[in-house]
């Protein structure tokens, strides 16, 4: 069988060779062949190419007012790149999943689309490097410029805007963490070589003979550099001592070790972004060390306040934001929270009366419990850091349903926020309109999984939480412009410019 189809396939090629053909196959033109009208560089980008949208949006900033370095040439010396090519260079990156300084010096040469973008322009890699080093405040108001135009053209809702935080990892090796522990006990090491070195040094001096072939010269580099060690352990330490943490990252001090979902710990940065419910474009984030999100809603919702420019906001998220003390914030800021109210409480597990059998009496300030008895407020305690009032009854230690209800002997006690009457009414509006909770999975779990797995982004490639917040914005800005690009198209994209 097999005989036959080679022979067929023999017979195809020889008919092909006939009639002038070289292969069976569609071939390209020849490299040799002149033309009469070479092609532009213009020609091989198409009008709906995403650079053409990059060219414009970029010539729409004042680099010199975001502060961009070189964004004033100088008259003398030689001339520097403009910005404005490294900037497009970036962001074009940033989109196509290239955001190292090498890998885009390299698609200077390579690639058609940045020989259009920089006019075939082929910056270094540490010129391009120095660039995002150098632009960090620059970069980071680029991607805010980038939001206000959105917000200027009615891209955001302004109505409800759903916050996330993720964990995008550092510059630093999970081995590269070290305790207050072991510095102290490096240190201790280092200074009995330092010791040990010099004890060496003394002798050699005093018998002028090199011991074991180690010269003079040998031991003081090594003193030397065992000094160096000991001068960046002592940097680390005083670090740890002002942060008042026990341990800290060597490469990135400004990482922390954070759970990462189901693959265990890494050394990351939490990344919060709220979210607009419209066309699901981020408009507000941030990068923070804090391992957990309970201290993220206030900064997240009032930054997304302030961006839309409204007078009240609808902000959900997921139980890990749930704070009494900032959703009472959020809620005397006319920010109306939808968090869903976490339940660590053990006693369901262990058949006991839950918090949800007890009711609470606002008017007269006491919880009417399931055995028909009244718990009334005591002493003000501090519980978990806040501040919190404990409810109870005498009627527990004769009450049939002891068993039921508690294990201690002193009887049941309900421990209530003095927050908990700001948070009680968004339990209700909760239970009112379940929807808006409802929605934010679609709303923000989509833009954390297009970064981290569509475009690439979910490491860090620069070191401290300022180099690296400015990637983060450089991350939301193309993320925004590739979401606005595949909702409108590139054409009526640079129509909208082209009217500014
Ligand atoms: S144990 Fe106390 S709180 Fe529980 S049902 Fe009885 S009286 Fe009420």
Redesign the pocket.
């Known amino acids: 069988m097999s005989k036959i189809k080679h022979q067929i396939n023999q017979r195809f090629i020889d008919s092909n060779h006939r009639n002038g053909r070289e292969t069976p196959y569609i071939t390209g033109s020849d490299r040799n062949q002149t033309v009469m009208f070479p092609p532009l560089v213009d020609d091989y980008v198409s009008n709906d190419n995403p650079v053409r949208f990059i060219e414009e949006y970029v010539k729409l900033l004042d680099l010199t007012e975001l502060g961009f370095t070189h964004s004033v040439p100088k008259l003398t010396g030689r001339p520097s790149y403009s910005p404005s090519d490294l900037l497009k260079l970036y962001i074009y990156g940033y989109l196509k999943k290239t955001r190292s300084s090498r890998q885009l010096a390299q698609l200077t040469h390579l690639n058609v689309e940045v020989f259009w973008l920089l006019k075939k322009l082929h910056p270094d890699f540490r010129t391009i490097s120095d660039f995002r080093k150098d632009n960090v405040s620059g970069l980071k108001k680029v991607c805010q410029e980038f939001t206000i135009k959105c917000k200027k053209f009615n891209l955001f809702g302004g109505e409800l805007v759903a916050i996330d935080g993720s964990k995008f990892n550092a510059v630093n090796h999970n081995s590269k963490v070290i305790s207050a522990k072991n510095i102290t006990k490096l240190i201790k090491e280092i200074d009995e070589n330092i010791e040990d070195y010099f004890q060496n040094l003394e002798r050699q001096d005093l018998t002028e003979e090199s011991i074991e072939e180690t010269t003079a010269e040998d031991l003081k580099a090594a003193i030397s550099k065992l000094k160096k060690d000991r001068e960046n352990l002592s940097r680390l330490q005083t670090t740890l001592k002002e942060s008042g943490e026990t341990q800290i990252a060597q490469t990135d001090p400004d990482c922390k070790k954070m759970r990462t979902g189901h693959q265990g710990i890494d050394m990351c940065y939490n990344v919060q972004i709220a979210v607009d419910s419209k066309h699901k474009l981020i408009v507000a984030h941030d990068v923070t060390n804090d391992t957990n999100d309970l201290n993220q809603l206030v900064p997240l919702a009032e930054q997304a306040k302030e961006m839309l420019e409204v007078e009240t906001l609808n902000v959900t998220a997921d139980k890990g934001y749930f704070n009494e003390e900032q959703i009472a914030e959020c809620e005397s800021n006319n920010i109306k929270c939808y968090i869903p109210t976490p339940d660590n409480s053990k006693n369901k597990s262990k058949g006991l009366?839950t918090y949800k059998d007890f009711t609470y009496d606002k008017k007269n300030d006491l919880y009417d419990?399931?055995?028909k008895?009244k718990?009334t407020r005591t002493i003000e305690v501090t519980k978990h850091d806040k501040p919190t009032v404990i409810y109870k009854?005498k009627?527990?230690k004769t009450?049939n349903?002891?068993s039921k209800?508690?294990t201690s002997k002193e009887?049941?006690r309900i421990y209530r926020n003095i927050h908990k009457g700001l948070i009680e009414p968004m339990q209700e509006r909760m239970k009112e309109n379940p929807s808006i909770g409802n929605q934010r999975k679609s709303i923000v779990e989509h833009p954390f999984g297009t970064l981290k797995h569509t475009m690439g982004h979910g490491h860090f490639l620069m070191r401290g939480k300022e180099n690296v917040a400015a990637e983060m914005s450089m991350s939301v800005l193309t993320y925004n412009m590739k979401r606005i690009m595949n909702l409108f198209g590139i054409p009526t994209l640079l129509a909208i410019i082209n009217y500014l």
């Open positions: 009366f419990c399931p055995g008895e718990l009854t009627a527990c009450c349903l002891k209800c508690t009887g049941r």
